[in-house]
């Protein structure tokens, strides 16, 4: 087999057997509810530009993608930026694509998708119960939130907690456009309320260790550097334009908001770490790469048509692929962005060798539908 055939036929995978021993970071602990993220970006501030990528991140990491059940963006419902919603979307979308474990069907543009965001918030609030409560993150004005407890069963509001690291959040609906929509508000509506140490202050921005997550831009000079791309990648969203235009820190890197899923991930009500710094994230970015990365997006490739990544590690050596008994045939679309000339096609259920790294896009073949992959090959 010669060097560019077995660079294509890397991405034939649909299950992975390796010897590779997953580790998670030690910090995290098994959160017992679940969890809905309601955040902005499309107006005001740029730091959900950051944070919305590293939320998806630790929760991939931590292994609980499946208590993140509703993740809103663009929830500033009075004034928008078309340009910065496209963002918004794509950084949440590309942290999907490169961190295992979410369909991108949890993601809802609270702007633009008023009424499904509220509907679905609404449900998720009416499942709620003592042995299944949930969390709803406040990291962007709170009024959409107030409406889904206003509409929702209000038996059911009482196993709901609101979490919030920031007045401003809590407060900008009715300081600033005269909304009912208060915590108060809330909390006599029958949900509990939890307020953390705001992570967003930026009275120590050159300090390394002090708590807190809006930083100096050159701080975070650890994620520009790493040797995994999917921790490159959280470096680059920042170099966008329209980030540092918007942003009234300049020259920071700021993803504070994430700092709320570090707390939840971290033990929450019992023992939750709200004190996470620089360092504390490059300690478990470097964590996660020898110890989970490789592993991190692991999938079968049957069912839906959402596209995911799967990580394996050039000195794994090589990887045993089972396909599902529905797959016909698996295409090569393109490796690294680069559309094939002709179109590679593989059978599954072949020993694997890892050859060069890279990013793959695949088209998996069934009867009846074809649906489209990603895998991506690490240094």
Not at 217 to 243: Q, S, V
Not at 274 to 300: E, Q
């Amino acid at each position: 087999m010669n060097k560019l055939a077995a660079m294509l036929v890397v991405v034939t995978c649909f299950t992975f057997q390796s010897t590779f021993a997953e580790k998670i970071w030690p910090a995290f602990k098994p959160l017992d509810a679940r969890v809905a993220w309601s955040s902005d970006g499309n107006y005001h501030d740029t730091d959900d530009f950051l944070a919305n990528p590293w939320v998806i991140f630790l929760f991939s990491a931590a292994k609980m993608t499946d208590k993140l059940v509703w993740f809103g963006y663009n929830c500033h419902g009075w004034e928008t930026e078309k340009a910065r919603e496209k963002v918004m979307k794509e950084n949440l979308e590309g942290a999907i694509d490169r961190f295992a474990g979410f369909d991108k069907s949890v993601l809802i543009d609270e702007f633009n998708d008023r009424t499904e965001a509220m509907n679905k918030l609404v449900s998720e609030i009416n499942k709620s119960s003592a042995s299944d409560p949930l969390w709803i993150v406040g990291a962007g004005p709170m009024e959409n939130i107030g409406k889904a407890v206003e509409k929702a069963d209000a038996t059911k509001l009482k196993f709901v907690t609101l979490l919030s690291h920031n007045s401003w959040n809590d407060d900008h609906a009715p300081k600033t456009h005269n909304s009912k929509y208060t915590v108060k508000f809330m909390t006599d509506k029958g949900i509990k309320y939890k307020g953390i140490p705001d992570q967003n202050n930026f009275k120590a921005p050159d300090s390394f260790t002090a708590n807190g997550l809006r930083r100096s831009k050159n701080i975070f000079d650890f994620l520009k550097n790493h040797t995994d791309p999917r921790i490159r990648w959280l470096w680059t969203i920042r170099d966008e334009p329209l980030y540092e235009s918007h942003n009234p820190s300049k020259g920071t890197y700021d993803n504070s908001d994430a700092g709320m899923a570090y707390w939840l991930l971290t033990g929450a009500n019992n023992g939750g770490d709200a004190g996470v710094s620089p360092k504390v994230l490059k300690d478990f970015v470097d964590f996660w790469a020898v110890n989970t990365g490789a592993t991190s997006n692991l999938h079968s490739l049957s069912g839906a048509s959402e596209s995911f990544t799967i990580g394996v590690k050039k000195s794994d050596g090589g990887f045993r692929v089972l396909a599902p008994t529905t797959a016909t045939s698996i295409e090569i679309v393109s490796i690294n962005g680069k559309v094939l000339n002709s179109t590679p096609v593989y059978q599954p259920n072949v020993l694997i060798p890892i050859v060069d790294p890279g990013m793959y896009l695949i088209r998996v073949n069934t009867p009846g539908q074809s649906f489209m992959k990603k895998l991506m090959v690490l240094q």
